[in-house]
């Protein structure tokens, strides 16, 4: 069955960064896509980036461009999410999910979510 | 973006009856891609549908997916206990992705 496992949950204050990992099993890694994506409380979901493990294409949306890193290790078959500069409204569950490489795309595995809390 | 307005916000239901939830989208989503998921309370969301219509593996066949453009809908036949959650419907025909902002189907 795949499993995608995240790392515990993180408190940072505003400024700081923080990297998220997730830890991807039973399947081939490099044939499927990674995305990042966070709930913040009473907020719909929210796509942020995205990986090609095969090849490290990443793409990340509008709204975190700058401040967000995307990277994948196929020999761990783990990805990481690093977001930096965080602020107050950066405070969610961060879920790592798993998605075929193609540009559109929907969310067949996800992780179980690791919650970022943004304080000070 | 694309957005997608999802209604009733909140159904109330008993065990055995029929949902039917509507996912409706600000702009025409290209080859019906929309899928659904559903999120209990501290988990993840899990894959019910893609491609408006198409059950993901494991997903009982209580569970159906309909429409298509604008409109779209997702249908419980006969509710099971398990099924009380929270249902979001999500577009993956224009980038970037975006997701409904949930239906909640509670127990009666």
Do not use: H
Not at chain 1, 16 to 36: E, H, L, P
Not at chain 2, 21 to 46: D, E, F, H, V
């Amino acid at each position: 069955q795949v499993q995608m496992l995240q790392s515990p949950p993180e408190m940072r204050k505003p400024g700081a960064s923080v990297k998220v990992s997730c830890k991807a099993s039973d399947y081939t890694f490099v044939n499927f896509g990674v995305a990042w994506l966070r709930q913040a409380p009473g907020q719909r979901l929210e796509w942020l980036a995205w990986i090609n493990p095969y090849n490290a294409n990443t793409y990340s949306a509008q709204k975190v461009e700058g401040r967000i890193s995307v990277t994948a290790d196929p020999s761990t078959t783990t990805a990481y999410m690093e977001l930096r500069g965080l602020r107050f409204d950066d405070t969610a569950v961060y879920y790592c999910a798993r998605t075929e490489l193609r540009l559109r795309y929907f969310f067949d595995f996800w992780g179980q979510g690791t919650l970022v809390t943004v304080s000070s | 973006e694309v957005l997608l307005t999802q209604s009733p916000g909140i159904l109330s239901l008993s065990p055995g009856e029929r949902a039917t939830l509507s996912c409706r989208a600000s702009q025409s989503i290209s080859t019906n891609y929309l899928a659904w998921y559903q999120q209990k309370p501290g988990q993840a969301p899990r894959l019910l549908i893609s491609g408006a219509s198409s059950r993901a593996t494991g997903i009982p066949d209580r569970f159906s997916g309909g429409g298509s453009g604008t409109d779209f809908t997702l249908t419980i036949s006969r509710l099971d206990p398990e099924d009380f959650a929270v249902y979001y419907c999500q577009q993956y025909g224009s980038s970037p992705v975006t997701f409904g902002g949930g239906t909640k189907v509670e127990i009666k």
